[in-house]
């Protein structure tokens, strides 16, 4: 059993230095990146990974037999298994972390060739096992923790035989149907087609750890939409679990997400949690405080988004007075919700040509109007300087009691779509607070023919009856998933005479919000040769790393960075993963900077020494840089001054290699990026 824990955590550090690698298609390279801090495993029956509790991982996707486990559980799950139980550990790659299987595909080019594949899958450790029944000049094989590398690598190897046609190493595509067109009454949601809902599915359709609260009528949990992803909720009355005063709150959370079942209807982020939070709507002497308590307890208890289909009616039944307590619960939620970045509050418009209050009571809110499907407002649609923009809200068919469904019309019904295009996007972009999300909410929207938008307003031109436009889910979830942060690699300085490197790392995108914090790591960094390391932050966005290898053989190797963004309460909202391709030696020879502008750099190091100047007298070298392909520049340097400066300003930006020729032997050799 030891044996078998080690190797897979020799697995483990092999992958996890491997972040960039290739595969074969069509008989061409491409070029992949490999998570390094997920793996694929794969276990000889469900039952272990239940035994183990490793279904319970939210490190990604599972199926049968394998399942997404991060370098944690890797190195436990060794010890919960037996050894006849653990098939294979497979990369994952990235950025879609998408699994890879034990399987890959090899197409002979004769009949001849059998024994070809069997003899190369003998001497790899790896098994043949059948082949594709329509298909019979394509083989499957099989890879083990005995194999000679991962699926990838042996699909790799094979066809680099030169004996085989074609390979296919086993990606587990996720493929389902393009989005929730095949539901039933797909042709009678004219509201999501209208806001492109689609085009954001191409991206994500949520996720279970963004949930959206639906304060209102509570959402009847019987419901064959609500199945996957309804949460028991609360009650205000009463205090226990939500409970159904009515069937608004069950259209209103199918608009938000139902799911994408073959039956009725789809929401707009299927795979979010709801949250009902149960309130019968009525006249009562402690409305405002129920309600102000139904929004705290939604955001106390993890909601990421709370919906607000409901105001005062444009002061229609009582004058337009205000509650100090129930705005109290809302600037609360706005700025402490989701551990400071602030919970995301939406409200309807009303339905009496005026903003309903406590819609209009501040700006931080998502203010909904309604348009028709002729996607002009909706003539009752409530209208003013509090609103951010319009969504589908007449005829909008959605769930309904008695697990059917129905269409309602109203400012109710627009809602929804925001909230769940909100939901969307915190599924592909956590980090987003709550002016980030409505920015790009309000100036992505669709402006709508008829109407005169005017510029000067903070999210772009406006309208009195539009607001910004109508929502458009595509775009606004593509730009809160560009705004992710990265890490980039601005600076890198190499200390003469000593092994040692000093990076500058740069967060990118949205960066770290206020009050959060990044964990660094170098994972594994001993196989990279890296003895100590230390991450300082130097501004919000900027740390400066230093590693060194104070023992022989002083050489720091390629290495992988991981950064782990936290919320104040420690909870991890986001993962960072970046390769820093560079080495750092005491070599006599190195870059001073393996980031470049218009010209390179290079140094004698410990120049200042004489026994080693006299044991290495030249100083005339000839440098050599290879782009990916070929040779692109190749030059006479004098050292005798210790640096020399080669311009490369005719070179394009991108990836080279350099070599130091000396006496006609190569001495020295590195990466560099030109980036301008």
């Not at 890797?74 to 550990?89: R, Y």
């Not at 959370?253 to 709507?281: C, E, K, T, W, Y």
């Not at 988004?305 to 706005?334: M, P, T, Y």
């Not at 001993?526 to 991450?535: C, G, P, R, W």
Request: hydrophobic share 40%; with cysteine.
């Amino acid at each position: 059993m030891r044996r078998l824990v080690l190797f897979l955590v020799q697995i483990a550090f092999m992958v996890s230095l491997e972040a960039q690698t290739f595969y074969y298609y069509k008989g061409e390279r491409i070029p992949i990146s490999i998570d390094t801090v997920r793996y694929t495993i794969f276990f000889s029956s469900d039952h272990v990974l239940r035994e183990t509790g490793i279904l319970k991982s939210e490190e990604g996707m599972s199926g049968k037999n394998f399942c997404i486990i991060g370098q944690k559980q890797l190195d436990e799950v060794g010890l919960k298994s037996g050894a006849t139980e653990i098939l294979s550990v497979e990369p994952v790659i990235a950025p879609s972390q998408t699994p890879v299987s034990n399987l890959f595909y090899v197409k002979i080019q004769t009949e001849k060739d059998t024994a070809f594949l069997k003899d190369f899958a003998v001497k790899n450790g790896c098994k043949v096992e059948r082949q594709v029944a329509l298909m019979p000049s394509w083989y499957v094989l099989s890879t083990s923790i005995c194999s000679a590398g991962n699926s990838i690598e042996m699909a790799n190897k094979c066809f680099e035989t030169g004996r085989v046609e074609e390979v296919d190493p086993g990606f587990i595509f996720n493929f389902q149907t393009s989005g929730g067109d095949d539901e039933p009454m797909w042709g009678k949601q004219w509201g999501l087609e209208a806001i492109n809902v689609t085009e954001a599915w191409g991206l994500t359709k949520g996720h279970f750890t963004t949930v959206v609260a639906v304060l209102d009528k509570g959402i009847e949990a019987s419901h064959i939409e609500f199945q996957e992803n309804l949460l028991d909720g609360y009650d205000v009355i009463s205090g226990g679990n939500a409970v159904v005063y009515g069937d608004h709150g069950t259209h209103v959370a199918g608009i938000i997400a139902a799911g994408i079942n073959g039956q009725f209807v789809a929401g707009v982020a299927p795979d979010a949690r709801l949250m009902p939070v149960s309130h019968p709507l009525t006249a009562t002497a402690t409305a405002s405080e129920e309600l102000a308590n139904g929004l705290t307890w939604a955001w106390q208890n993890g909601a990421s988004v709370i919906n607000n289909s409901w105001g005062d009616q444009g002061g229609r039944l009582h004058d337009r007075l205000k509650s100090a307590l129930l705005e109290d619960a809302i600037e609360v939620a706005l700025t402490q919700g989701r551990d400071g970045l602030g919970t995301i509050v939406t409200f309807a418009s009303g339905n009496y040509n005026t903003i309903d209050y406590p819609g209009s009571s501040d700006e931080r809110i998502i203010c909904v109007g309604s348009i028709g499907e002729n996607h002009e407002r909706a003539s009752t649609s409530g209208y003013g300087e509090r609103l951010d923009l319009v969504a589908p809200g007449v005829n909008i068919l959605s769930t309904v009691l008695n697990n059917t469904v129905g269409n309602k019309s109203g400012t109710s019904m627009a809602c929804p779509h925001v909230s769940g295009v909100a939901a969307l996007m915190l599924s592909v972009n956590p980090l987003l607070d709550v002016g980030c999300l409505s920015a790009i909410i309000d100036s992505t929207c669709q402006k709508l023919n008829g109407y005169i938008y005017s510029g000067g307003y903070p999210h772009g031109a406006w309208n009195d009856e539009t607001g910004y436009g109508l929502l458009d889910a595509g775009s606004a979830v593509a730009v809160a998933e560009s705004l992710l942060p990265e890490i980039e690699i601005s600076r890198v300085v190499r200390v003469p005479g000593v092994a040692k490197g000093v990076i500058t790392l740069d967060i990118t995108g949205v960066g770290v919000p206020e009050g959060c914090e990044i964990i660094w790591s170098i994972p594994y960094h001993e196989l990279s040769n890296i003895t100590s390391y230390t991450f300082t932050k130097e501004s919000q966005n900027r740390y400066i790393l230093e590693v060194e290898d104070r023992d022989m053989p002083y050489f720091v190797k390629p290495f992988d960075i991981n950064a782990r963004i936290s919320t104040p309460n420690s909870r991890i909202i986001h993962n960072i993963n970046v390769n820093v391709p560079y080495t750092f030696s005491n070599s006599r020879y190195a870059l001073v900077e393996n980031v470049v502008g218009h010209s390179l750099a290079i140094t004698e190091v410990d120049k200042d020494n004489e026994t080693e100047i006299l044991m290495c007298p030249t100083h005339n070298v000839t440098v050599n840089v290879y782009s990916l392909q070929n040779r692109v520049l190749s030059k006479n340097i004098d050292l005798s001054l210790g640096t020399a400066v080669i311009p490369v300003s005719d070179l394009s930006e991108g990836y080279y290699i350099l070599s130091i020729v000396e006496n006609g032997v190569v001495v020295f050799s590195d990466k560099f990026i030109i980036k301008r």
